[in-house]
């Protein structure tokens, strides 16, 4: 499996964006999928997560209600709709596939990962 992530860049704080993470591979939709962040200087964290039909969906306290994770299994996409930014939310964003069953909430349960995608939250 190969991902590549997209849409960042830079938007003011309290702003939006939408991050896309195209997926290659055939049976992208049994997997479970995973966004996580890194800011400078701090480890990677979860921020959100997907069941494989898009049933189930899993947040970190801090964006809950304000990022909503989606996916297209038609096209193999998965997206992170982000609202009302912050400073916070400062960080590369990564997409990851989760193949086994263990917590969503790990990053080294994830098997593939894709390259980033910065966003930058500022005036």
């Known amino acids: 499996v190969q991902l590549q992530a997209y849409g960042g860049g830079l938007v003011q704080p309290g702003g939006s964006l939408r991050l896309s993470c195209a997926a290659s591979?055939?049976?992208?939709?049994?997997?479970?999928m995973g966004w996580f962040r890194q800011a400078p200087g701090k480890e990677r964290e979860f921020v959100a997560a997907?069941?494989?039909?898009?049933?189930?969906?899993y947040y970190a306290d801090s964006v809950k209600g304000r990022f909503t994770i989606s996916r297209d299994n038609a096209k193999n996409t998965v997206y992170l709709q982000m609202y009302t930014l912050t400073s916070e939310d400062t960080a590369v964003y990564y997409c990851?596939?989760?193949?086994?069953?263990?917590?969503?909430?790990?990053?080294?349960?994830?098997?593939?990962w894709g390259q980033g995608t910065q966003v930058t939250v500022s005036s």
């Open positions: 591979g055939r049976t992208f939709s049994s997997y479970g």
């Open positions: 997907i069941g494989s039909g898009g049933g189930y969906t």
């Open positions: 990851a596939v989760r193949v086994g069953t263990s917590s969503y909430y790990t990053p080294i349960n994830y098997d593939y």
